[in-house]
Every structure is written in structure tokens, then in C-alpha cells.
């Protein structure tokens, strides 16, 4: 594609409307420009995001009354699997990293693309296939699978449900998210515009680089646990089968190893959205920038360590324990100074309260919550009590969903302009940020209730005496669901009939506002030179607006 | 379709990009290496009588076939640096061959084991301890999974070998046959903690 020698920005077409090799869809499916396949991702992820949240609004309307309200009972363990498999490995662990991680990364530091652009596109059509095979396990014959999505050993073995399909769904994820990593990696390390050093990287980089990280050196571990698991299954091993003299216990250590530090995978880049939001819309720089910069890496590298604090209660020794609680409660302090930083960035700054501002005060009100939660079950006797009961699936959803969810609203709502180059309505984004916070808190918040008081996880079935609790639950997901439709509205109409975005609506001084909305087919006509710091909101920089 | 790619060659980078994918392998069989330690920490005396019915000559005679056709990859690399493609291209048709090699011994001592009885799952290795049903379990796997990247690492050697035929890799840009060997000794590397984890671990 040889790109005109004039420099005149304005005249040049957007990566939408440059003339492509193939046509149609082809375009698409096939490009290796990182912005295209940016959009692939969120667009498939979308797709399976909304899936999985109409599996969640029908388990809890099945929870609505005692016994059966809608669903039969293997229907309901189908579901809660389904609606795990799909939040965790096609939505979350993606969302972030594969949908902004790649349109924005070679932007931010001032790329033309990623270190290995044929590699990206095979990322997602792992992707692809990965998801189509999840989708596809539900209508074989044999039904879905029913195991949770932790496939926990033995009953992952026995069962007859389709659990195959959906490990091998599992195992062709894992090698994306690992391909996405290594090419992240490498594009940090080898591509970065000369000047951008690794102190002046935006906060966001060093996020998707910490979870890169995690992605290539904990995903093996489950793409093997997984094999395990099929070749049991397939010709009885017994590495995991305690009637063959395996054991059980060993699977679940395996399985945590990788999927602890995933948890981290999920949510280190929506803390590394919320450090590149704040500054913008308080109009300071950041406060104690490498300190959030090292806690990425902090922890990731703690969080790959406190695995077998999801295994309290199988049996381990008491130095065990003690070791793993007292790990757990270190991943807090890094998280810590990223909140604090946070709040002194807002501290006297000049708020502008914006959507995506919001979506981020949200995130970090909700992502306290979870983390004290998970502070509470990161302590031996609390957690003994509360072993997989609603408790744990607050906790777990007021970080994935109040915490990852939002920094996801939150980032689509930043980069839209940029992505799209139109603007949305504002008001319709507020109602439904205000719809979406009030509904998840009023959904998830009893469950910390349900489950101090004993109401196991997992189960369909309930005492009278949760009714209430779980009544106002359901309520909740109502209002929660009506927030995310008027927010997909509100944007995809934004996509038709928004106003134009200039380059740099809202003021932003890292490098992706620099260039127009949407940006060019190669970023940059010349790699530029970075002379400052990401958050530098110097008057030279705010006079030109 | 965009042809942006990259203006300047960076080699440094795409070795960088194999080093991390290599790394995902390590730690594929570091799953494995944690399970084996478990259970031979749990069943050390099984372990310690089922390794006698390995064939320590086989696995000895493996082990050199796999040094030596490390050996004939690096040279191959050496010859391409030095311009000597036709010499390179042989030395790349070798280590495949060896690899083959590999694999034909490989499946002789699996034939052998199967036609004693002796596989997962089988009437004849269920009448034995669990230590080692799992001893076998694992060895199946393990060894199973490394020829699986055997057959995967001669695919890749197939592949820059053509490159370097056709001159897609020459002294001048060698990058690529530097990768693939790079594959190539994970195999080797691997195997290197798979014998005597197996074989001379009695």
C-alpha cells in the first residue's frame, strides 16, 4: 500500500475507506492490520459478551423462587457452565488485551502494527474457532458440558456431556491468548518510537505488558492440565483418577496455577484503563507513575504465586495454608497503590466528569469491595466458613464484572471517537452507566449476605428463608441488563448517526490522539519522537485546543 | 490488504518471539515434570521397579540419534552464514532424517510394550500397583507428547529446508532457519530430562 507522499492529514482516507487487496468481508477476516483485527475481536467478543450475559439473567431468574421457576435442573448446571466458559475465555481474558490492547498498543508507542501481524490474525481466528467449538458442544448430541467451567476432576471424567469439545474450546483459547502475548511482548520490547522510553510508556502499556506476561508463562500449564484431562477421558490414564491411584487433589493445584494468575490476565489491563482515564479528566499528570507501573509487574508476579488459596479446604498442611493466605494478602498491597495513586490523581484536579470518568469511579468503588472481599477470603477462618458459597461468587463478580466489566465500559466509552471516529450521546451513556452501577450493586451485593448465611454456590435449589435475598438479586440483573442494552444502543447508534470526533476530543496526551479519527491505514506517516512523559498536560498542549 | 509490514528487518525480534514460544513449550512439559515429581514422591518404590522394564539401550541409542541431529541443524546454520547453501540444505535433510529415526525406534519400543500388554487402560497394567499404572501412564504421555513435537519440529525443518533451497534464507537473511533450529533443540532439550527421568532413574 504505498502511501501518498503528501503529508496534509486531512485529505487522507481513514483504515476504513483505504482500498483493500480483497473485498467484502475478506477485507476483514483477513487483514493483518492491527486496527481491523482490534474490531474483529470486539465485534466476536460482543457477541459472545451478550450471549453469556442472557445465560446469566436466566439463572437468575431461575433463582427467583424456590424449586423450579423456568429451567430443569441439568439445564441450570449446563448453564452456570456455559455462561463460566464463556465469560472467562471468550469474553474477559480476551476483552481487554485482544480487542484495545490490539488497536491501541502499536498506537501508543507509536507503531505501524504489531511485531508479527500474520501471527495476530491467527490469534483470532484461534479465537474463532475456539468459540465456535463452545458454541457448537451445547447442540451435539450427549448435551453441554456440565462440570462448571473449572472441569474439576473426577466428575469431569464420568460425565457424558460434551466435556471434550468444550476442553478442547478451552486448550485452542489458551493458544490465542498465548500467541497475543508473545506478539505483545515483542512489539513492547523491539517497536517503541525512538524517545519512548520505558518510564514514558502510557500506564496502559505497561498494564497489557505485565498480562502478557502472564499469558505466555501460565497458560501452558492449563493447555497441559486440559490434554490431561482429554486423554483420561479418552483412555484412562489414571494421572487424575483416584481409582487408578491418581489424584484429584493434584488436578486442582494444576488447574489454579494457571487459572489464579488468569484472574490477574483479566484484570491488570482494566487497571491499566483507569490510569490512562484519570489523568485525562482531572487534567493532571498521574501521581507516583512507576509506582502503578511496578505494581503491574508486582502483581503479576505475586499473583502467580497464591494459587492454593482456592484449595483451602482439600486438605493441605498448615504451613500450606499459612503460606498461600499470607501471599495472597501481599497481591493486596500493589492493588492498594494503584487505588490511593488514583484517588491523589483526582485531588485537586480539574474534574471533568465524563462518561468514561464514571465508568471508572464505579470501578473503583466496586473493585474495593471485591478486593476487601477477597482479602476476607484470603484469611484462613473466614474462608473455611465461606468455601463455596455466594460469598466467593460476589467477591469474584464484583472484581471480574464491578471491576473489568466497568474499566471495559469505561475503555469503550474513552476510545470510541477513536475507534469509530463519531461521537455518542452523552445522555443516554450516563442513564445507562447510572442503570448499570445501581443494577450490579443491588444484584451482587446481597450475595455476600446469601453466603455468609450459608447459601452454597452452584446449586438450584434453595431454603424459603433466602427468598428475599435472592428476590432482590434478581430485581438487580433486571436493572443491569437494562443498563447494557441502552448502552449498546446508545453506542451502535452512535456508529450511524454520531457527530464527527475530532483527533483528540477529549484532551488526551498520549500518543493514539495525535493522529486523526480513525486513524490512517499505517498510524504514522513518520514515527514520531517522543520527548515527554504520557500525562504531560503542559499549557503548550492545552492552548492548541 | 495492507502489505505495511516492516520496513527494516529485525531479527533480534523474531528470535525474541521464538525464545517466548519456547518458553510456553517448557512450561507445557513443566506441567508434566510437576505431576511425575508428585507421584514419584508418592509411589517411589513402583516407580523405581517399573523403570527396570524400560529399555535402556533404546532410549540410550535415541538419545545420541537426537544429539546429533542438534548438531546437524546448528551446522546447517553455520554452512547458510558461510554462503554454503547446497551444504545447508543437506545438513537440514539429515536432522530429519535423523528425526525419522527417532521415531521408527520410538515406535518399535511402544509396539513392544503394547504387545506385552502393556498400555493405558489395558487388563494387563490394571492387575498392577497404582504407582505403576501411573509410572506407565506418564511415560505414555510424556514420550507420547514429545514425538508429537518431534513430527511438528520435522514439519518446520521441512519448511526452512525449502526456504533455504529456494534461497528465501542466504547468508544475507538467515533469521528464519535460526528459529526453526531454535524449535529443533526444545525438542532435543526435552528429551534430554525425559531419559533419565525414565530411563536411568531406577
Known amino acids: 500500500m504505498g502511501s501518498p507522499v503528501s503529508p496534509a492529514s486531512q485529505a487522507e482516507p481513514d483504515f476504513y475507506h483505504v482500498a483493500t487487496k480483497r473485498r467484502g468481508i475478506f477485507a476483514w477476516i483477513l487483514s493483518t492490520d492491527h486496527k481491523r483485527i482490534g474490531i474483529l475481536y470486539l465485534v466476536t467478543m460482543s457477541f459472545f459478551f451478550l450471549t453469556a450475559v442472557f445465560i446469566g439473567f436466566t439463572m437468575r431468574l431461575e433463582m427467583l423462587t424456590p424449586g423450579k421457576t423456568i429451567i430443569e435442573p441439568q439445564t441450570y448446571n449446563t448453564l452456570f457452565t456455559l455462561h463460566g466458559i464463556m465469560m472467562i475465555f471468550l469474553f474477559i481474558i480476551p476483552g481487554l488485551p485482544a480487542v484495545f490492547g490490539n488497536f491501541l498498543l502499536p498506537l501508543m508507542i507509536g507503531a505501524k502494527d504489531v511485531f508479527f501481524p500474520r501471527l495476530n490474525l491467527l490469534s483470532w481466528w484461534l479465537f474463532l474457532t ?361 453506542l451502535l447508534v452512535a456508529l450511524r448517526r454520531g457527530a464527527r470526533a475530532e483527533a483528540n476530543p477529549w484532551g488526551g496526551a498520549t500518543l493514539e490522539w495525535t493522529v486523526s479519527s480513525p486513524p490512517p491505514l499505517e498510524n504514522f506517516h513518520e514515527i514520531p519522537i517522543v520527548t515527554k512523559g504520557p500525562y504531560d498536560f503542559t499549557p503548550s498542549a492545552a492552548e492548541t485546543k | 490488504m495492507s502489505t505495511q509490514g516492516h520496513e527494516h528487518r529485525d531479527d533480534a525480534g523474531s528470535r525474541m518471539g521464538m525464545w517466548l514460544f519456547l518458553f510456553t513449550e517448557l512450561i507445557l512439559f513443566g506441567g508434566l515434570f510437576i505431576v511425575y515429581a508428585v507421584y514419584r514422591y508418592q509411589h517411589g518404590e513402583a516407580f523405581h521397579l517399573a523403570a527396570r522394564e524400560l529399555d535402556t539401550f533404546v532410549g540410550t541409542v535415541n538419545t545420541l540419534i537426537l544429539l546429533t541431529s542438534s548438531l546437524t541443524v546448528a551446522l546447517s546454520i553455520v554452512a547458510v552464514r558461510q554462503g554454503k547453501r547446497g551444504l545447508a540444505v543437506m545438513l537440514v535433510g539429515m536432522t530429519i532424517l535423523l528425526a525419522g529415526a527417532f521415531l521408527v525406534n520410538k515406535y518399535f519400543e511402544w509396539g513392544h510394550k503394547f504387545a506385552l500388554g502393556i498400555f493405558p487402560g489395558s487388563p494387563e497394567l490394571l492387575k498392577r500397583s497404582s504407582g505403576e499404572i501411573l509410572y506407565f501412564g506418564l511415560y505414555f504421555v510424556m514420550t507420547g507428547l514429545h514425538a508429537l513435537h518431534v513430527i511438528i519440529g520435522m514439519v518446520i525443518l521441512t519448511v526452512v529446508g525449502i526456504m533455504t533451497a529456494r534461497g528465501t534464507v542466504s547468508a544475507s537473511s538467515y533469521v528464519k532457519l535460526e528459529v526453526g533450529g531454535l524449535y529443533w533443540h526444545l525438542v532435543d532439550v526435552i528429551w534430554i530430562f525425559l531419559f533419565p527421568l525414565f530411563y536411568l532413574l531406577h
Open chain 1, 130 to 490: 475456539g468459540g465456535i467449538l463452545a458454541v457448537v458442544s451445547v447442540f451435539l448430541p450427549g448435551g453441554a458440558a456440565d462440570t462448571g467451567w473449572t472441569f474439576y476432576v473426577p466428575y469431569s471424567i464420568r460425565t457424558s456431556t460434551n466435556v471434550f469439545p468444550a476442553l478442547t474450546a478451552a486448550f485452542v483459547l489458551g493458544f490465542s491468548s498465548i500467541l497475543t502475548g508473545l506478539n505483545f511482548i515483542t512489539t513492547i520490547h523491539r517497536m517503541r518510537a525512538p524517545g519512548m522510553s520505558w518510564f514514558r510508556m502510557p500506564l496502559f502499556i505497561w498494564a497489557l505488558y505485565s498480562t502478557a506476561w502472564i499469558q505466555v508463562l501460565a497458560t501452558p500449564i492449563i493447555g497441559i492440565t486440559l490434554i490431561l484431562v482429554a486423554l483420561e477421558r479418552f483412555f484412562g490414564v489414571g494421572i487424575f483418577d483416584p481409582a487408578l491411584g491418581g489424584d484429584p487433589v493434584l488436578y486442582q493445584h494444576l488447574f489454579w496455577i494457571y487459572s489464579h494468575p488468569a484472574v490477574y490476565i483479566m484484570i491488570l489491563p482494566a487497571l491499566g484503563v483507569v490510569s490512562e482515564i484519570i489523568p485525562v479528566f482531572a487534567r493532571r499528570t498521574i501521581f507516583g507513575y512507576k509506582f502503578i507501573a511496578f505494581s503491574s509487574v508486582a502483581i503479576a508476579f505475586f499473583g502467580s504465586l497464591v494459587w492454593a488459596h482456592h484449595m483451602f479446604t482439600v486438605g493441605m498442611s498448615n504451613t500450606g495454608m499459612f503460606i498461600f493466605s499470607l501471599l495472597t494478602f501481599l497481591v493486596s498491597i500493589p492493588s492498594a497503590i494503584k487505588i490511593f495513586n488514583w484517588v491523589a490523581t483526582l485531588y485537586k484536579g480539574s474534574i471533568e466528569v465524563s462518561v468514561p470518568l464514571l465508568h471508572v469511579l464505579s470501578f473503583i468503588v466496586q473493585f474495593s469491595i471485591g478486593g476487601f472481599t477477597g482479602l476476607m477470603l484470603g484469611a484462613l477462618a473466614i474462608n473455611i466458613h465461606v468455601q463455596d458459597t455466594y460469598f466467593v461468587v460476589g467477591h469474584f463478580h464484583y472484581v471480574m464484572f464491578g471491576g473489568t466489566g466497568f474499566g471495559l465500559f469505561a475503555a469503550i466509552h474513552y476510545w470510541f471517537p477513536k475507534m469509530f471516529g463519531r461521537m455518542y450521546a452523552k445522555k443516554p451513556a450516563v442513564v445507562a452507566w447510572f442503570l448499570a452501577t445501581v443494577g450490579f450493586n443491588i444484584f451482587y451485593f446481597p450475595f455476600f449476605i446469601l453466603g455468609y448465611l450459608g447459601m452454597p454456590r452452584r446449586y438450584y435449589d434453595y431454603l424459603p428463608e433466602f427468598q428475599s435475598l435472592h428476590v432482590i438479586a434478581t430485581v438487580g440483573s433486571w436493572i443491569l441488563v437494562a443498563g447494557i442494552l441502552i448502552m449498546v444502543v446508545n
